[in-house]
């Protein structure tokens, strides 16, 4: 098994082998990320592509300072921004409605809910303006004034959206997966 660092190595020379390791290595984390701030899984493709690309281009500005997947991290969030940014005017904000997709739960309150598929099909509820603001703050971290930054919107907008986005995740998830569950 090679090391990270040669991989690292490898990119920075161009072996298109190297740049596959590291690709099978952390597609599928950095695309759950993707999942969280595109509309559908082909977006979320798309902006894991982008990244890659992004990552591969800029690996030498990586000096060793910190996790490599901490710097990995912050061009894929950056790429995935970017991408929102060039497409906000092109795309509407649609609510998705998957409620017939996720199949079936049973009614009792005392049944195990997967959480975790309760917060994605909430997520996906959300237009696309509300869910990167949510991410960039509840997920990632930013405060309300650096995601307004990132993403060039006032203030005031990133507030509505993000506050918009908790309540209908709050409600959504009551509604999901009920009262009690929530209690807990």
């Known amino acids: 098994m090679l090391t990270l660092d ?7 020379n161009g072996d ?38 992004t990552i591969f281009s800029e690996i ?3 000096r060793g300072e910190g996790s490599f997947e901490g710097w990995m991290h912050a061009v894929m969030r950056s790429a995935i921004v970017a991408e929102y940014r060039r497409n906000r005017k092109h795309r509407e904000s649609v609510a998705l409605d998957e409620a017939d997709e996720v199949g079936s739960h049973t009614s009792s309150p005392e049944s195990s809910i997967d959480l975790r598929s309760a917060l994605q099909e909430a997520m996906k509820k959300l237009s696309e303006k509300e869910r990167v ?6 997920v990632d971290g930013y405060t309300l004034d650096e995601a307004a930054k990132l993403i060039k919107e006032p203030l005031s907008t990133i507030k509505t959206r993000y506050y918009s986005a908790k309540e ?17």
């Open 6 to 12: 040669e991989v690292i190595e490898g990119c920075r």
């Open 168 to 184: 209908k995740m709050r409600l959504i998830l009551l509604k999901k997966i009920g009262k009690d569950y929530l209690k807990k």
């Open 133 to 138: 603001a949510f991410n960039l703050v509840a």
């Open 16 to 53: 298109a082998t190297m740049q596959k390791e590291l690709y099978d290595r952390y597609s599928a984390r950095f695309y759950s990320i993707c999942l969280r701030y595109a509309p559908d899984a082909d977006v979320a493709k798309d902006m894991l592509i982008e990244g890659f690309l």
């Open 60 to 62: 030498e500005t990586f």
